[in-house]
């Protein structure tokens, strides 16, 4: 039962550690038979919501961003994961704006997650390779359709 999953990653380094997550739970995801596609929030931009309500009534969002173009993806995904990074606990701002945008216009339900902290600093190298995080991720890619 092959599913197609949408990741909709933050984070604003391309070899960090939300980006070094979302490897590992794209390889679990894959080798378990699933397709995955990767949507960077640096390169599609998704504006706050403003609470319009369109969305709950079958309209289009009246923000003009990247989330018209990702509405087919949204609507081909049997699942959607958010990946950003935790500042000060909380997903980073255009994470939490999709992820708004995205309970509205479709509801989901949650599969789980990863939460990985104490994984290095931003100025310096990602740490996260010294934890047992990206083993946690492969896992819960390879194993998120079973019961």
Request: aromatic share 12%; net charge positive; charged share 25%.
């Amino acid at each position: 039962m092959n599913k197609n999953i949408l990741v909709i990653q933050g984070g604003g380094r391309a070899k960090g550690n939300t980006a070094r997550l979302v490897e590992s739970f794209k390889a679990g995801a894959e080798e378990s038979g699933h397709s995955v596609e990767v949507v960077s929030l640096l390169r599609n931009e998704v504006k706050g919501c403003l609470g319009c309500n369109a969305c709950r009534y079958g309209k289009p969002c009246v923000q003009k961003d990247a989330f018209h173009d990702l509405v087919p993806k949204i609507k081909a995904a049997d699942c959607i994961v958010f990946a950003s990074p935790l500042y000060f606990w909380t997903f980073e701002q255009a994470v939490s704006y999709y992820q708004f945008a995205l309970v509205n216009y479709i509801g989901f339900r949650d599969r789980g997650m990863v939460l990985a902290g104490g994984c290095g600093d931003t100025n310096g190298r990602p740490q996260i390779d010294k934890t047992e995080y990206l083993q946690k991720a492969y896992k819960f890619g390879k194993f998120i359709y079973e019961e």
